[in-house]
């Protein structure tokens, strides 16, 4: 299976603050990379695909980029609303693996 | 408005089985991949299982092949998890998820698993 390694595992920041985790693949997986933002007690909300296309509704501040092995998702100016836990998850190969997550705080 | 909702969970006895149902509205149920994704207490997400369209294509997590067998009904707009021989290990909060190739873009509000003594 391929290994999704996120980092860090959390973070602390405040609200301006422009934020960027990072999501390493064991092996290359093209740009079959997506992001997923969870709050605590809540479903996981879909914001990037492909590695750096925007699914709808999505926050422009809000963007993904990388291919291959290394990948980061940013977050240009930090909004209340996104306190939150992130992964990735890689849908190159089954099984479907997801990062292990960071939480931004 | 999409929805996915998920129900069955419940308290469990190791071996023991269960099944999660996990009922749409809104969409055309027929014309989606479905995948399960589940969530250990504090811990992370874990793809679990999905499904094709018409049921004819089956893929499962490695930890989980054998045990647990995802089904659908598309006349009742409904997908399955039928879990078998379970472990405290699969103890988590069950998702149902509409799939698209690249991702998942709408989730149902989970289902609790607890598999104890």
């Known amino acids: 299976a391929i290994q999704m390694t996120q980092s860090p595992s959390s973070l602390s920041a405040s609200v301006g603050d422009r934020v960027t985790i990072t999501c390493r693949a064991s092996q290359g997986i093209r740009s079959d990379l997506g992001w997923y933002q969870q709050k605590p007690g809540k479903a996981p909300k879909f914001l990037v695909y492909a590695a750096s296309s925007l699914q709808s509704g999505v926050p422009s501040r809000f963007s993904g980029s990388g291919s291959g092995t290394d990948f980061t998702l940013t977050i240009s100016s930090l909004q209340p609303e996104d306190f939150a836990t992130y992964y990735c998850l890689q849908y190159n190969n089954y099984p479907l693996t997801f990062g292990g997550g960071t939480k931004v705080e | 408005e999409v929805q996915l909702v998920e129900s069955g969970g419940g308290l469990v006895q190791p071996g023991g089985s269960l099944r999660l149902s996990c009922e749409v509205s809104e969409f055309t149920f027929s014309r989606y991949w479905m995948t399960w994704v589940r969530q250990a207490p504090g811990k992370g997400l874990e793809w679990v299982a999905n499904?094709?369209?018409?049921?004819?294509?089956?893929n499962y997590v490695d930890s989980v092949k054998g045990r647990f067998t995802i089904s659908r009904d598309n006349a009742k707009n409904s997908l399955y998890l039928q879990m078998n021989s379970l472990r405290a290990e699969d103890t988590a909060v069950y998702y149902c998820?509409?799939?698209?190739?690249?991702?998942?873009?709408?989730w149902g509000q989970g289902t609790l698993l607890t598999v104890s003594s």
């Open positions: 998820a509409r799939t698209l190739t690249y991702g998942f873009d709408y």
């Open positions: 499904i094709k369209e018409d049921g004819t294509e089956k």
